[in-house]
C-alpha cells in the first residue's frame, strides 16, 4: 500500500473514533467504536506503515472530541492535539513488539493502557474521549466498568476489534486461518460479554435492599443552573461589575432557589455550581465552625444549599463545594477539589521551563483566563450529611473525570454522590457529553446515584445502576434565565460493590504491561 492511501486511512479511522466520541453525531455512530479501532490495529500491524500513521490517528481524534478546548486557549488545544498523538504511537509500537499470535490481545492491553497512562499522567493528566466512554448510553453493558473500571472495559473493546480486523484478513487473504480468526473474535466479544454478567450481577447485589417505606431512602435534590457565563463580566466596565455579579446571583441563583425551596415536598438538598459565588473563605474559618455565606438572603427551611465557591489555604485557591446551614448560611461543611485542570487552574511543568518560555507562558494565560492559574488542590474528607442524617460527597467539576475522588466518598460510606461544575468555557461543546458520559461511569463503577449541576449544561441526574434518569436539555450561556432540575431518588448502599480492588488494579496493571512491551520494543531496536 502506498504512503497516501495508508495515511487516508490512519486519518479516516481516528476520525471515525472522534464521531463515535460523545456526543456520537449519527443514530447509533457510537458503534463506529469498534471499526474506528480495528483501523487503529490493522495500521499497528502493518509493518509497511511507519509509526506517523499511528500518531496523526491520534491527533486525528484528539483534534476531534477536544475542539471545544480551542475556546479556552487556541495554544492548550494544540498542545493536546499533538502531545496526545504520541500515546497512540506508545500503543502501536508496544502492538509492533508483540508475538504476532498474542497482537490482538496485546493491543488491547496497549490501547487500555496508554489510555490509563493519558489519564494519570502527571501535571498534563486527560482522561477524556476513551473508547468505553462511547457506549455511556448502553447501561447494561457500561456495567462491566463495575468489575474492571474503564482500562478492562477499553481493554475488551480494543481486543473485540482486533479480532474482528482478523477476520476480515482471513476472509480477504486466508491469513490467518478462518478457524483460528473466528476463535479469537469468540473469545475477546466472550470477555466483554463477561464482564458485563459479572457487573451486572455486582451491581444489582450492591443495591440496598428494598425496605417497607422506601420514602425513608429517598432524597430530594434540587439543581439551579444559572446559564451564564464567568466571563461574560470582562464585557461589563470596572465600575459596573458589583452591580452585574449581585444582579447575576440575585435573579440566577437565589430567586430560583427560594422557588425550589417552597415546593411540596421540599428539598433535602440545593446544588450551585461551581464557580457560582465568587468569595473566598477562609479554610481555617470553616474548620472552626465560624465561615459563613449569604447570611439572610434565603428563608428559615431544614433544607440545605451545596454551593461551588473557593477556600483559601496558605494565601492559595482551593475549588470547594460548601454545604450551608440555612438562613443563617454558617458552613456546616465542605468538600475541596483534588483534581486540577491542567492550564486551566494550574501551569503544568511551568518550573522546568527556561525563565523566559515560562514568563512568556504566564502572560500568554493571564491574557487568555484573566488571570494566572495557582490553584492549589485539596484533601479528601469524609462525607457531608443531609438534614436527615444521609451521607453524600461532592466532587468539584474535574473531579468527576477520575476514578478516585468518587470512590474515595463511597469508601467512606456517600450513600450519593453530587458534582459541582463549570463548564460554561466550552460554550455548548462536545466536552459536556464527555463529562456526562464519565459521570455514567462513576455511578456504574459504584453503584451509587449522582446528580450533576453545571452552570449551563449537562445537568443530569444518573441512578444508582448507570441509567440517566433526568436531563436538563443542553443550552449554551449565555441564556435567557435560570433552569432547574428537581429529582426524587434512593439513596445508594454507601459501601463500594464487590470485586472493587479489581477495578483499582486494571489501570496499573495495563499501564504496567503497556511499559514492558515498551521496554522489549526498545530492546528489539537496539539488537
Keep these: 500500500m502506498s504512503a497516501g492511501p495508508g495515511l487516508r486511512v490512519a486519518l479516516t479511522g481516528g476520525l ?13 455512530g457510537e458503534w463506529l467504536v469498534l471499526p474506528a479501532l480495528a483501523i487503529w490495529f490493522g495500521v499497528a500491524v502493518d509493518g509497511r506503515r511507519p509509526g506517523l500513521h499511528s500518531y496523526l490517528f491520534g491527533c486525528a481524534h484528539m483534534a476531534w472530541f477536544s475542539w471545544s478546548v480551542r475556546h479556552v486557549m487556541l495554544p492548550a488545544y494544540l498542545a493536546i492535539v499533538f502531545v496526545g498523538g504520541l500515546y497512540y504511537l506508545l500503543a502501536t509500537k508496544c502492538v509492533r513488539s508483540a508475538p504476532r499470535r498474542l497482537r490482538g490481545a496485546g493491543f488491547g492491553v496497549a490501547v487500555a493502557g496508554a489510555f ?7 501535571d498534563i493528566h486527560y482522561p477524556h474521549g476513551q473508547p468505553c466512554h462511547c457506549l455511556y448510553e448502553w ?3 457500561m456495567r462491566a466498568a463495575v468489575v474492571g473500571g474503564e482500562p478492562l472495559f477499553n481493554a475488551s473493546l480494543a481486543w473485540i476489534a482486533a479480532a474482528g480486523y482478523g477476520m ?3 476472509w480477504r487473504t486466508a491469513q490467518p486461518s478462518w478457524r483460528s480468526a473466528s476463535a479469537r473474535f469468540v473469545g475477546a466479544t466472550g470477555l466483554l460479554v463477561a464482564l458485563a454478567v459479572l457487573g451486572n450481577v455486582v451491581s444489582s447485589a450492591a443495591m440496598p435492599p428494598p425496605e417497607l417505606d422506601d420514602r425513608a431512602r429517598t432524597l430530594r435534590v434540587t439543581a439551579i443552573e444559572p446559564g451564564f457565563h464567568p466571563d461574560e463580566i470582562r464585557a461589563v466596565p470596572p465600575s459596573q461589575r458589583g452591580a452585574w455579579s449581585e444582579r447575576m446571583l440575585e435573579q440566577r441563583l437565589l430567586e430560583p432557589t427560594r422557588l425550589a425551596l417552597r415546593a411540596d415536598p421540599a428539598p433535602d438538598l440545593v446544588l450551585w455550581p461551581e464557580s457560582s459565588v465568587g468569595r473566598a473563605l477562609s479554610v481555617d474559618r470553616i474548620d472552626r465552625g465560624r465561615a459563613s455565606l449569604l447570611t439572610g438572603r434565603l428563608p428559615a427551611v431544614t433544607a440545605q444549599l451545596v454551593v461551588g465557591a473557593n477556600v483559601i489555604r ?5 475549588p470547594s463545594a460548601l454545604q450551608l446551614e440555612l438562613p443563617s448560611g454558617r458552613v456546616l461543611g465542605h468538600h475541596d477539589k483534588q483534581r486540577l485542570v491542567p492550564g486551566g487552574e494550574f501551569l503544568p511543568w511551568i518550573h522546568w521551563l527556561p525563565e523566559a518560555w515560562s514568563a512568556w507562558l504566564k502572560g500568554q494565560f ?3 483566563m484573566g488571570s494566572l492559574p495557582d490553584c492549589a488542590p485539596g484533601q479528601e474528607r469524609p462525607p457531608m450529611l443531609t438534614p436527615s442524617g444521609a451521607p453524600f460527597g461532592a466532587l468539584l467539576c474535574y473531579d468527576n473525570a477520575f476514578p478516585g475522588p468518587a470512590a474515595g466518598q463511597v469508601e467512606q460510606g456517600a450513600e450519593l454522590l453530587v458534582v459541582l ?3 460554561a468555557w466550552y460554550r455548548g461543546g462536545g466536552e459536556l457529553s464527555q463529562l456526562e458520559a464519565m459521570t455514567v ?4 463503577e459504584n453503584v451509587v446515584p449522582i446528580v450533576r449541576c453545571t452552570m449551563d449544561g449537562r445537568s443530569v441526574w444518573v441512578d444508582a445502576s448507570g441509567v440517566i434518569r433526568g436531563a436538563l436539555p443542553l443550552a449554551a450561556a449565555p441564556q435567557a434565565e435560570a433552569r432547574t432540575l428537581s429529582v426524587s431518588l434512593q439513596r445508594g448502599a454507601g459501601k463500594p460493590p464487590a470485586l472493587s480492588w479489581l477495578r483499582r488494579l486494571s489501570g496499573p496493571a495495563c499501564g504496567l504491561a503497556t511499559a514492558i512491551m515498551a521496554l522489549l520494543m526498545l530492546v528489539g531496536l537496539r539488537r
Excluded at 471515525?16 to 447509533?28: D, E, R, S, Y
Excluded at 496558605?314 to 482551593?318: G, H, I, P, V
Excluded at 461511569?441 to 456504574?444: E, L, N, P, S, T
Design 16 to 28: 471515525l473514533l472522534g464521531f463515535a466520541t460523545p456526543p456520537a453525531l449519527l443514530p447509533f
Design 116 to 122: 490509563w497512562l493519558r489519564a494519570v499522567m502527571p
Design 139 to 141: 447501561p447494561t453493558l
Design 168 to 170: 476480515w484478513a482471513s
Design 314 to 318: 496558605e494565601r492559595r485557591l482551593t
Design 366 to 368: 493571564a491574557a487568555a
Design 421 to 423: 461544575s463549570n463548564e
Design 441 to 444: 461511569v462513576r455511578a456504574c
